[in-house]
């Protein structure tokens, strides 16, 4: 096992345990560039969102950590 191996399951590790905090910042940051640009770049910014959710999701191989926009009610 590599360094980066050790590394990317101490990330999984910190997904796992703290995914709704890292999905709610995920929120305000996209809120907050989407804001700043007028709306002008939202889907973008929501495309970016998604796939930084997506690639968190993949860290600890679990699609349990952060919400998906299909799921919400």
């Known amino acids: 096992m590599g360094m980066f191996d050790n590394m ?3 990330a999984g590790d910190l997904v796992n345990e ?7 910042g995920l929120d305000k940051a996209s809120e ?12 973008k ?3 970016g969102r998604d796939m930084a959710g997506d690639q968190l999701d993949n ?7 952060l919400r998906d926009d299909q799921q919400q009610p």
């Open 45 to 47: 910014i929501d495309q």
């Open 59 to 65: 860290l600890d191989g679990q699609n349990d950590d």
């Open 8 to 10: 990317k399951d101490k």
């Open 18 to 24: 703290h995914g709704d905090k890292v999905d709610e």
């Open 32 to 43: 907050f560039a989407d804001e700043k640009t007028g709306g002008k770049y939202g889907d």
